[in-house]
């Protein structure tokens, strides 16, 4: 299993764990991540209205949960079509978060995510594992 996809620094603002995002996992033009530099980036990851929201901006806040509004219309319209599309919540990763820390989440993360055959990383965008290809 490839740890360092399930580490702290790669739960973006919004809940997303980044490790298991189709766009962190590809070989080519790799993204490195919501908090990371913005190099290879794709332009919808630059142009994210939640990551550019004006609470992290400034600096004021670390994760939705912690702003005055959450959940906003925006989040929730992402919450929505995670729900639908890859059966994976933005807002309950970030209730899950809030609960029981950031540690814990990232632990039941990699439970979650890591392939049982060869211990590879589950794409939440394509349902089975980046490695051997054994759907979730």
């Known amino acids: 299993m490839n740890k360092t996809n399930f580490n702290s620094k790669l739960i973006a603002p919004c809940g997303m764990d980044c490790g298991i995002c189709m766009a962190y996992l590809r070989e080519k033009n790799k993204c490195p991540g919501c908090r990371q530099e913005n190099n290879n980036k794709s332009k919808s990851c630059l142009n ?4 550019n929201c004006k609470v992290f901006q400034k600096g004021k806040a670390r994760f939705c949960f912690e702003c005055k509004i959450f959940p906003c219309d925006k989040l929730k319209h992402l919450d929505k079509r995670y729900r639908t599309k890859y059966n994976m919540s933005m807002i309950e990763n970030l209730e899950n978060i809030k609960s029981s820390g950031i540690r814990k ?6 439970i979650k ?5 060869c211990q590879g990383i589950i794409c939440v965008h394509k349902g ?9």
């Open 48 to 51: 994210c209205k939640i990551k």
């Open 105 to 110: 989440f990232v632990k039941n993360e990699a």
């Open 113 to 117: 995510w890591t392939c049982s055959k």
């Open 128 to 136: 089975y594992c980046n490695s051997c290809g054994k759907k979730r």
